[in-house]
């Protein structure tokens, strides 16, 4: 079945640019019905959408963080990645990845998800 | 855009049944029947239970079932266990003048007692 990985760093000085990557594997990236998700939960918060990507490039975007953040693609690697910028300590939280497109308008596959902590 | 409205807790005993409440909007559950559903244990991702407002996920006990009415959505555990006992998100597909994206409720604690 498909597994999605998170990469990236755990530590992020404020004013500065969250970099994650998601490696899915055992299943193609480029499953024409697919879309691929970002969405994260701070401590002690409920889930929030950030944003999704299609292999084709196409992007939906949170429309209270859309003008911080974006989504991109590599169909070679396999990969989808998340760039939040100028973050805050409002940006801690559990990243996770997730597979939309299978059950429609639902995220049947996630990541373990990763923490990224914002402090200088 | 606010998030979906879940009552912060709730409880039952075995055997019991619950329902858990999600309130949206025009502009989410009530014009879409793409409404999920999501249990999460702590430090552990969540894990679809409900999709399209009343289907099952793969792997998941007929115990669980999804409904909708107007901007309302509904989730339903019965024959309550112990390991029912985690948290539940869920999800509606939205719309603005924006764009399309999806909105979460804030989460309902579910306790077994």
């Known amino acids: 079945q498909v597994q999605l990985q998170e990469s990236g760093p755990g530590l992020v000085k404020p004013s500065q640019t969250l970099s994650l990557s998601c490696t899915v594997s055992a299943g193609s990236i480029s499953r024409g019905t697919d879309y691929w998700n970002w969405i994260r939960q701070p401590a002690g918060k409920g889930l929030e959408w950030i944003g999704r990507i299609y292999t084709s490039g196409s992007t939906d975007y949170n429309p209270s963080l859309k003008s911080r953040v974006t989504i991109s693609v590599d169909t070679s690697k396999n990969q989808f990645s998340l760039r939040l910028t100028s973050v805050t300590a409002a940006d801690t939280a559990v990243y996770y990845c997730?597979?939309?497109?299978?059950?429609?308008?639902?995220?049947?596959?996630w990541g373990q998800g990763t923490l990224v902590t914002v402090s200088s | 855009q606010s998030a979906l409205t879940q009552p912060a807790s709730v409880s039952g005993s075995p055997g019991q049944s619950i329902t858990i409440s999600c309130t949206g909007t025009s502009s989410d559950i009530g014009s879409y029947n793409l409404v999920s559903w999501y249990q999460k244990d702590p430090d552990k991702a969540p894990k679809l239970m409900i999709y399209e407002g009343g289907k099952r996920a793969s792997g998941v006990s007929n115990r669980f079932s999804g409904s909708k009415s107007g901007n309302t959505a509904s989730l339903t555990i019965s024959g309550l266990q112990a390991e029912d006992e985690a948290d539940y998100y869920c999800?509606?597909?939205?719309?603005?003048?924006?764009?399309?994206?999806?909105?979460f409720g804030g989460g309902t604690k579910l306790t077994v007692l």
């Open positions: 997730a597979r939309g497109g299978a059950a429609p308008g639902a995220f049947d596959y």
């Open positions: 999800c509606s597909f939205a719309t603005s003048r924006i764009g399309a994206f999806w909105v």
